[in-house]
């Protein structure tokens, strides 16, 4: 069964840094479009950042020049370098695989949560 594991949130002050981390078992992300989602209390799920098999990275306007998403397709790892954390960053993280709809394409896992105080 296809799994993916989120890890890395916590909770961090205004201002602080956090790196997520996405594995997955029984797939590769080789060649697929990466992405990065969150979903805060009461919100539905938007798409923060993407990579596709190439490298290029495309960002939402909210997290621009503080997020920066990247891939090790060796170790079938996706990142997210979070920094100047802002408490609307607050919400579960979660990666998957991205279509051209910007929808995901492999079963959600379990996000990793993200708090930031103010």
């Known amino acids: 069964q296809v799994q993916l594991v989120e890890s890395g949130g916590g909770l961090v002050q205004a201002g602080g840094s956090l790196r997520l981390s996405c594995a997955a078992s029984?797939?590769?992300?080789?060649?697929?479009?990466m992405g990065w989602f969150r979903q805060a209390p009461g919100k539905q799920r938007e798409l923060v950042a993407t990579?596709?098999?190439?490298?290029?990275?495309n960002y939402a306007d909210s997290v621009k020049g503080r997020f920066t998403i990247s891939r090790d397709n060796d170790r079938n790892i996706v990142y997210l370098q979070m920094n100047s954390l802002k408490p609307e960053d607050t919400a579960v993280y979660y990666c998957?695989?991205?279509?051209?709809?910007?929808?995901?394409?492999?079963?959600w896992g379990q996000g990793t949560q993200v708090t930031v105080s103010s």
């Open positions: 990579i596709d098999s190439g490298g290029s990275t």
């Open positions: 029984r797939i590769t992300f080789r060649g697929a479009t």
């Open positions: 998957n695989a991205v279509n051209g709809g910007q929808q995901g394409i492999i079963p």
